[in-house]
């Protein structure tokens, strides 16, 4: 009686490659890359928002500061009586459109207004004075860095008659535009408010 013999043959354990390997380590560093890239690009349009947003606060801050203070008169008397196209001693219009100044410097400060609007728009006690710019521009250590990241510029334009007897209210007021800028990288950003207000100057 014959006996057969069956063998099995087990495969070989095969391992990865060098190749699949190194194919593997790609394709996880470029997802790795994109999540990164997204969560750094999240990051940065959120603190640009942030920033638009402070920024935004201040423009409003200072335009119904305007308003409710009656500054453009303010500023028309510390000019002589005349319309403060160009600024004058009290500070209000920027010399021109170029022109940047610390955003809470006079006549936005606090010897000024008798409140400190830094913190008055942040949400703080105004117990305590905080450190203004315009105070302290010799000393740049003692600057606000938060403050002295925003600078503004303030145009009044006062209303022409085009009419006489018809449109005679028009000089009674003027266009008020309030831009505040700021950095990000190397390019300069800004938000502006305009409106129109009436100033109360004389003819």
């Known amino acids: 009686m014959k006996t057969s013999t069956i063998t099995i043959r087990q495969p070989k354990a095969r391992g990865f490659s060098l190749a699949e390997v190194l194919v593997a380590m790609f394709v996880i560093l470029v997802g790795i890359s994109g999540i990164t890239s997204t969560i750094w690009w999240g990051t940065q349009r959120a603190d640009s928002g942030q920033l638009v947003t402070?920024?935004?606060?201040?423009?409003?801050?200072?335009?119904?500061?305007?308003?409710?203070?009656?500054?453009?008169?303010?500023?028309?008397?510390?000019?002589?009586?005349?319309?403060?196209?160009?600024?004058g001693t009290f500070g209000l219009v920027s010399a021109n459109a170029g022109t940047r100044t610390p955003v809470y410097a006079a006549p936005f400060d606090k010897a000024t207004l008798g409140v400190d609007l830094a913190r008055h728009v942040r949400g703080q006690s105004t117990a305590t004075s905080m450190i203004n710019p315009a105070q302290q521009l010799g000393s740049q250590n003692e600057v606000s860095s938060e403050m002295a990241r925003f600078t503004r510029n303030i145009d009044c334009r006062?209303?022409?008659?085009?009419?006489?007897?018809?449109?005679?209210?028009?000089?009674?007021?003027?266009?008020?535009?309030?831009?505040?800028?700021?950095?990000?990288?190397?390019?300069?950003?800004?938000?502006?408010?305009?409106?129109?207000?009436r100033h109360n100057v004389s003819p």
């Not at 935004?56 to 005349?82: I, M, P, Q, Y």
């Not at 009674?172 to 990000?184: D, M, P, S």
């Open 54 to 87: 402070e920024a935004s606060n201040h423009a409003r801050t200072l335009f119904e500061t305007v308003v409710s203070r009656n500054l453009v008169k303010l500023a028309a008397d510390s000019n002589g009586g005349n319309f403060p196209v160009g600024g």
């Open 158 to 197: 006062r209303g022409a008659v085009a009419n006489p007897g018809v449109d005679d209210y028009q000089p009674e007021l003027c266009t008020l535009i309030v831009a505040v800028y700021w950095r990000e990288g190397r390019h300069e950003r800004n938000v502006s408010v305009q409106g129109v207000i």
